[in-house]
């Protein structure tokens, strides 16, 4: 089996460039298009910072001033362990979307 090369491509060389200064959105859009690899420790790091998040958010809603707190806006919950077990992995899930999202609420 032999590699066939297209040789009707133009060399990135002989490509047409000019001398204008690259604008910031020019150079945001080049950013996200074409990222660096990351290494593996930068890869290990970066989602580390999730599940410490997440552990961090579950120690929140352990505590027992969360749970009174719930039982305090949604009465139904005292009667039901599922309700109450229901309601809790709502908010805990919702809380986690809003913290994870907050950047692009702000973003201008």
């Known amino acids: 089996m032999s590699l066939v090369f297209?040789?009707?491509s133009d060399s990135i060389d002989?490509?047409?460039t000019d001398d204008n200064v690259v604008s910031h959105s020019?150079?945001?859009?080049?950013n996200v298009l074409f990222k660096e690899?990351?290494?593996f420790l930068s890869k290990v790091i970066s989602g580390t910072k999730d599940?410490?998040?997440v552990?961090?958010?579950?120690?929140?809603f352990c505590l027992p001033?969360?749970?009174?707190l719930i039982k305090k806006f949604f009465p139904s919950s005292m009667n039901s362990i599922y309700i109450f077990s229901g309601i809790k992995a709502f908010l805990f899930g919702f809380s986690f979307f809003l913290i994870q999202n907050i950047h692009s609420v702000y973003k201008k």
């Not at 020019?26 to 080049?30: S, V």
């Not at 001033?65 to 009174?68: R, S, T, V, Y």
Request: charged share 20%; hydrophobic share 45%.
């Open 26 to 30: 020019e150079l945001q859009l080049a």
């Open 6 to 8: 297209n040789t009707n």
């Open 65 to 68: 001033q969360i749970d009174d």
């Open 51 to 53: 599940v410490l998040f």
């Open 37 to 39: 690899k990351q290494n």
């Open 55 to 60: 552990i961090g958010l579950y120690l929140i």
């Open 14 to 16: 002989k490509l047409p």
